[in-house]
Structure formats: C-alpha cells, structure tokens
C-alpha cells in the first residue's frame, strides 16, 4: 500500500487528456478513448513534451487510480480534474490496458553526462528500491512507475507540486529526499533529472 501511496502520488502534476469530456459515446473501444490522450501525451502515449509524460507502456493499475483520484480531486491536478469527470471507471481500465500494450520510447534530451554519473550513483542509494531498473517500465514487477526517459520538464513540475505542499509527499519519499539534500545538497535533484533524461543514450535502453 505505502508503494501503491508513492508511485501514485508520483503520477500527478501536469498528466493531462485532450479530449472533450461530451466527446466519448457508449461502448467506446479502447483505442478510440486512447487517442483522445494524443493531443497531450502524443500518439500511443508517446508525449511529445515538454510538460506532459509519456504514458505508454504505464502500469494499468497506477493508470486506473491516478484517473480516479483526480475525478474525485484527492489528486491535486491543474485540468485533469475537471477533464476526468467525464470518464467511468470502465473507460479508465480500457484506456489502461491500451497504454499498457505500447512500446515505451523515451525522450530524446539533451544532459551533462557528469550529472549522469552522479545522478545514477543516488538513484541507487536513494530511489531504486521503490523505482526498480532505474526507474524504467517493469511489467513484471507490476504497480511501477516510469521515472527514465520521461521529459525532464515534467519531472521537475511534479517535485515543485510536492516541495510547494500542492500534493503530500509520501513519507517514505520525504525521508529518503531530506536524506539525499541533507547529505548531497538540495542541487542534487538535477543530478537524478539528468540520469533519468539520458536513458535513451544508455547502453542497455534498446533492450528492454
């Protein structure tokens, strides 16, 4: 539960669907509710940035709950509340098992690969027992969350969510975050921005 808490919470920020909330009609299939996503998430959940993340190959259950916590507003969104409304529960699982059968591709951006070094030397102290394979889509480990690859722009909205009190940090993630500023500096973060925007470039990407 206190995982389902954190990657949940994790999942907020700028998620954002494109589609109008009238738009979808009875017995919509799968991909038809999926690509009411493409103007923010892109084509197959493949975003094409900056703001908004790519949400193909997402955990179906992560996909599910985040919907329905910014439907009911315990999510702190800026338009996924009002757009969410407009979905049930059954189009949310559709839409979750599209995502969930894509290929995920990450973002291609630009990094320091000294930031890179050192980035992947803390998400190993700090992150990488609840963000396993550092932090890239696990289905076999199921309940994840994609962290690598995903737009820097993004990740960095949803940490000023949670350093601004917009969304509660979990606890388990606070602790390992005043761990990580305490010992390392609050800069650090953009050491972990720069790890997980160079999973492209990294020589095991191809081979998930």
Request: glycine share 8%; net charge negative.
């Amino acid at each position: 539960m206190a995982m389902r808490k954190i990657k949940l919470a994790l999942m907020g920020g700028t998620l954002a669907l494109s589609a109008s909330t009238g738009a979808i009609a009875d017995g919509a299939s799968a991909k038809m509710l999926a690509d009411t996503c493409a103007g923010c998430h892109g084509t197959n959940g493949l975003s094409a940035g900056p703001a908004s993340p790519s949400i193909a190959a997402m955990d179906p259950v992560v996909f599910v709950d985040t919907m329905l916590a910014f439907q009911s507003g315990d999510m702190y969104s800026t338009i996924m509340g009002r757009i969410a409304k407009g979905y049930t529960e059954e189009e949310f699982e559709k839409m979750a098992e599209y995502f969930h059968q894509q290929e995920y591709k990450p973002a291609t951006q630009q990094y320091d690969q000294a930031m890179v070094d050192k980035g992947a030397k803390l998400h190993d102290e700090y992150c990488e027992k609840c963000h396993v394979e550092g932090g890239k889509p696990v289905p076999e480990e199921g309940d994840y969350y994609i962290l690598a690859g995903q737009w820097t722009p993004y990740l960095i909205n949803s940490m000023s969510d949670f350093q601004n009190d917009r969304r509660e940090l979990p606890k388990k993630m606070r602790k390992k975050l005043d761990a990580m500023f305490e010992a390392e500096g609050e800069d650090s973060i953009n050491a972990l921005y720069a790890f997980y925007a160079a999973y492209a470039d990294l020589p095991d990407a191809d081979e998930d």
